[in-house]
Nanobody, 115 residues
């Protein structure tokens, strides 16, 4: 059974940092791209960052310089280091993994940044 389990979310003050983790398990085939998305109630889920098996990372412009995505292929785990957090970063953060033509999602971890 495929699982993506996120952890590391929580409440942090503006300017603070959090590190999200997402552990993938149960995949029959290799995972290609892993990524982080976020969603605010009433809005569409949006890409934060993604990373390929080879370590090539892609960021949304507004996250560049503040967020860093990394990946441990041996552990099938992707991380998101978030620094200089702002109240507008408050959202539920979802892990995403693509294996072949199938996309899988985690259950989400909430991040709240207080001003």
């Amino acid at each position: 059974q495929v699982q993506l389990v996120e952890s590391g979310g929580g409440l942090v003050q503006s300017g603070g940092s959090l590190r999200l983790s997402c552990a993938a398990s149960g995949f029959r085939f290799s995972i290609n791209v892993m990524g982080w998305y976020r969603q605010v109630p009433g809005k569409q889920r949006e890409l934060v960052a993604s990373i390929t098996t080879g370590g090539s990372a892609n960021y949304v412009d507004s996250m560049k310089g503040r967020f860093t995505i990394s990946r441990d292929n041996a552990k099938n785990t992707v991380y998101l280091q978030m620094n200089s957090l702002k109240p507008e970063d408050t959202a539920v953060y979802y892990c995403n993994a693509q294996s072949g033509k199938v996309v899988y999602w985690g259950q989400g971890t909430p991040v709240t940044v207080s001003s």
